[in-house]
């Protein structure tokens, strides 16, 4: 059999690189993405897997098979994926698939939590060492840090923009964890993406084992393409996701399902006000044309500028055909989240209502009520002042969350400015 290597999006003549290689760069040299030279199909019994694990080793060992023993791949899948992910029946031809149960309590707990086991597997192998460097809008620096923390050979850096994040993601962020370094940038997440990107491509820290745990990581998203497996196989017939979206990389991952023969019949990207995709599928905004970020209250979503979208433009030629978007506002978002709630007692994150909006808008624009599971992306409880705000109700505690108060946190001021950067990691990295 044989496997996929990776080739920069920049630059697909070039030689392709390994899958270790790819994981363990973040970036291609270039700054592109790495993309698949060839797209393994799925095991043909891939319906019957009894467990998550079972199905994403299968999957996975179609990818990583020449590369990682199969001993190794069950034992990182199997340890990643330890927690339940339970598909909930909202209404007619409505369904939700809870991927907050992770640590974490967000859907970023399936990439981190492998991604770590993966990079652990080869660096172990290599005896090397890494400093994992990610910007976060909320969601992915509390996953990377609790994915990666404690691994000997890995320190990971985490810098996130300052009162952009809610008070429980910020707590989420800063807790004390071993060989984990959070810091606070006065600015957006945008510019701390361009900070970390910048970081990368600094020819003054070329000799630092830079590595990135972004959604640009391909070893982030193919784990994110076993949900969407694990949904589908309650279905006979083909069925439509709706997958609330920011970088786009929970929605690669998906796509990356389909072209591994998941048949589906639409994905729906939910979007808040940062609208460039819905604009560029209906042809009102030109490829990469991106906007300066807008802040909303589902702040794991505000990306002006999605970075995985130089990925899944090249990965499928017809987007505008397989998925249909929209850009929900605020205000539109809470009284989705309080219908709801309402309507069937169950309560959504602001992400998640987003989603909710967007399947609605699809039904009535197309008509078309094909059976719809919605990915649920954070646990409510993470948002405790949008649901008091809306519902006037404490959302039911979330033990991982309330014990978090009673720990020991550390966080520390950066400048937005590439300089400051490289002083922090020149000093982390003779540590
Ligand atoms: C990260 C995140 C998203 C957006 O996912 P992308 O892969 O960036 O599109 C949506 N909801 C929540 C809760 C998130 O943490």
Same mark, same amino acid.
């Given at each position: 059999? /044989? +496997?996929?290597?990776?080739?920069?999006?920049?630059?697909?003549?070039?030689?392709?690189?390994?899958?270790?290689?790819? =994981?363990?760069?973040?970036?291609? *040299?270039?700054?592109?993405?790495?993309?698949?030279?060839?797209?393994?199909?799925?095991?043909?019994?891939?319906?019957?897997?009894?467990?998550?694990?079972?199905?994403?080793?299968?999957?996975?060992?179609?990818?990583?098979?020449?590369?990682?023993?199969?001993?190794?791949?069950?034992?990182?899948?199997?340890?990643?994926?330890?927690?339940?992910?339970?598909?909930?029946?909202?209404? &007619?031809?409505?369904?939700?698939?809870?991927?907050?149960?992770? *640590?974490?309590?967000?859907?970023?707990?399936?990439?981190?939590?492998?991604?770590?086991?993966?990079?652990?597997?080869?660096?172990?192998?290599?005896?090397?060492?890494?400093?994992? !460097?990610?910007?976060?809008?909320?969601?992915?620096?509390?996953?990377? #840090? &609790?994915?990666?923390?404690?691994? *000997?050979?890995?320190?990971?850096?985490?810098? +996130?923009?300052?009162?952009?994040?809610?008070?429980?993601?910020?707590?989420?962020?800063?807790?004390?964890?071993?060989?984990?370094?959070?810091?606070?940038?006065?600015?957006?997440?945008?510019?701390?993406?361009?900070?970390?990107?910048?970081?990368?491509? &600094?020819?003054?820290?070329?000799? =630092?084992?830079? @590595?990135?745990?972004?959604?640009?990581?391909?070893?982030?998203?193919?784990?994110?393409?076993?949900?969407?497996?694990?949904?589908?196989?309650?279905?006979?017939?083909?069925?439509?996701?709706?997958?609330? @979206?920011?970088?786009?990389?929970?929605?690669?991952?998906?796509?990356?399902?389909?072209?591994?023969?998941?048949?589906?019949?639409?994905?729906?990207? #939910?979007?808040?006000?940062?609208? %460039?995709?819905?604009?560029? =599928?209906?042809?009102?905004?030109? *490829?990469?044309?991106?906007?300066?970020?807008?802040?909303?209250?589902?702040?794991?979503?505000?990306?002006?500028?999605?970075?995985?979208?130089?990925?899944?433009?090249?990965?499928?030629?017809?987007?505008?055909?397989?998925?249909?978007?929209? /850009?929900?506002? &605020?205000?539109?978002?809470?009284?989705?989240?309080?219908?709801? +709630?309402?309507?069937?007692? %169950?309560?959504?994150?602001?992400? $998640?209502?987003?989603?909710?909006?967007?399947?609605?808008?699809?039904?009535?624009?197309?008509?078309?009520?094909?059976?719809?599971?919605?990915?649920?992306?954070?646990?409510?409880?993470?948002?405790?002042?949008?649901?008091?705000?809306?519902?006037?109700?404490? #959302?039911?505690?979330?033990?991982?969350?309330?014990?978090?108060?009673?720990?020991?946190?550390?966080?520390?001021? !950066?400048?937005?400015?590439?300089?400051?950067?490289?002083?922090?990691?020149?000093?982390? #990295? $003779?540590?």
């Amino acid at each position: 059999m /044989s +496997y996929p290597r990776y080739v920069s999006s920049r630059n697909r003549a070039a030689d392709p690189v390994s899958f270790e290689t790819a =994981l363990l760069a973040g970036l291609a *040299p270039d700054g592109g993405l790495y993309l698949p030279t060839a797209i393994p199909a799925l095991p043909e019994n891939w319906r019957a897997a009894p467990s998550l694990a079972e199905l994403g080793t299968a999957v996975l060992s179609r990818w990583l098979g020449g590369e990682v023993p199969e001993g190794a791949l069950r034992a990182a899948v199997t340890a990643a994926l330890d927690f339940p992910v339970p598909l909930v029946r909202l209404g &007619d031809d409505l369904w939700v698939l809870e991927l907050f149960h992770g *640590p974490t309590l967000s859907f970023k707990d399936f990439g981190a939590r492998l991604m770590a086991r993966l990079m652990g597997h080869f660096l172990t192998r290599r005896g090397e060492r890494r400093i994992v !460097l990610v910007a976060t809008s909320g969601d992915t620096g509390s996953a990377v #840090a &609790d994915g990666f923390a404690g691994q *000997p050979n890995i320190t990971v850096v985490i810098i +996130y923009p300052q009162g952009l994040v809610s008070p429980v993601q910020e707590r989420q962020l800063i807790v004390a964890r071993p060989g984990v370094h959070a810091f606070k940038v006065a600015g957006t997440f945008d510019d701390c993406q361009e900070l970390v990107k910048a970081a990368f491509m &600094d020819t003054a820290l070329a000799d =630092l084992p830079l @590595s990135s745990a972004n959604s640009i990581n391909i070893g982030r998203l193919l784990p994110q393409s076993l949900y969407y497996l694990w949904a589908a196989r309650h279905f006979a017939d083909p069925i439509t996701f709706c997958v609330p @979206s920011g970088n786009l990389g929970n929605l690669t991952g998906g796509v990356l399902a389909q072209l591994m023969g998941l048949p589906v019949k639409r994905f729906i990207a #939910a979007h808040n006000a940062n609208d %460039y995709f819905p604009k560029f =599928l209906r042809g009102l905004a030109e *490829p990469f044309a991106f906007a300066p970020t807008i802040a909303t209250l589902s702040n794991a979503m505000d990306v002006g500028a999605p970075s995985n979208f130089e990925r899944l433009y090249q990965l499928q030629s017809d987007l505008p055909s397989r998925i249909w978007a929209t /850009s929900v506002h &605020d205000q539109t978002m809470l009284a989705r989240l309080r219908w709801c +709630y309402e309507r069937f007692g %169950y309560l959504l994150c602001p992400h $998640t209502s987003v989603g909710l909006e967007a399947i609605e808008r699809y039904r009535q624009e197309s008509g078309d009520l094909t059976p719809t599971v919605l990915l649920a992306t954070a646990h409510p409880a993470k948002f405790p002042e949008v649901v008091q705000r809306t519902l006037g109700l404490t #959302a039911p505690p979330d033990p991982a969350l309330t014990q978090l108060w009673q720990q020991p946190v550390s966080v520390t001021p !950066l400048e937005a400015d590439p300089a400051a950067l490289r002083t922090v990691l020149r000093d982390l #990295a $003779t540590r």
